[in-house]
Every structure is written in C-alpha cells, then in structure tokens.
C-alpha cells in the first residue's frame, strides 16, 4: 500500500496500492471484489445484511469494481437488491443522485448487460428484465 511513499524494490512503483488510511478499507475491498471471485458472494451477502441507507450508500461505493459477471450472478444482485429496502431506497444503489452517488446498480447493469434491465421509475425503485418483445412475423 502506498500511503504517500512508494514500496521499496524493483517493482515498488507498481505495486502498490495509492490510498490514504480513512479510505484504505474501502480501496482494499474493492481491489478484492474486482480481482476475487469468491468475493462477490460476500458482497452479495452484504447486500442482503444491510440495516440502513448510509450502509446501502457505502456497500454502494463497490459497485465500479464489478466486471465480468455471469447471467446468474447479476440476477443474485437484482435479487439482493430488490429483496432489501435498506438498498433500493439508497441513494448509491438505485441512481436517484447520480452526481453525488453515481449511477447505481442500473449502472453496472447496463455496462455487463447492455438493455437488458429496467428499473422503476419510483420507489420503490424495483429492477427486473426487460421483456423480450416477440418478432412481427412477415405477412
């Protein structure tokens, strides 16, 4: 961890993580998240134990360092999300302050499943698929 002065040896430079100690819990779980599968199963858990807004808000701050996840994985998302008040009406999940917040769980939606979740347009802020829309059969 680099707290203002780089590791010392041959690949100190590149190793380290820059962060300040108020913020170095939250950057350490992140790192995990994005680099650690088994993670996400916690992260998940997390979710679904969370017993206020401003926990939803900090669980929220994870939300960047998801890639890569499988169908199955982003429906145990919606599911912890829409199983948890505490959640959907947070600020950080569900999008409503996106300057201050970002743009929540649609946002990682749309960025691993390009148009395939829709979410409430008021509370609660609820996210399911997207109904496919049947093809108009040529007469």
Not at 56 to 75: C, K, R, T, V, Y
């Amino acid at each position: 961890m680099n707290l203002g002065r780089n590791p010392y040896g041959f690949i100190g430079d590149i190793q380290a993580l820059k962060t300040t100690w108020d913020k170095a819990a939250s950057r350490i779980a992140k790192l995990l998240l994005r680099h650690d599968k088994a993670m996400f199963e916690y992260f998940v858990q997390a979710m679904r134990d969370c017993i206020t807004f401003d926990g939803g808000n900090e669980l929220a701050e994870m939300l960047p360092a998801l890639h890569s996840l499988e169908g199955d994985q982003l429906q145990e998302l919606v599911d912890a999300y829409n199983d948890n008040s505490q959640i959907y009406e947070s600020y950080g999940f569900n999008g409503s302050k996106p300057s201050m917040y970002g743009d929540g769980l649609m946002g990682v939606l749309e960025r691993l499943a390009p148009g395939g979740y829709e979410i409430g347009s008021r509370s609660p802020y609820t996210i399911r698929r997207k109904a496919k829309r049947a093809k108009k059969k040529a007469s």
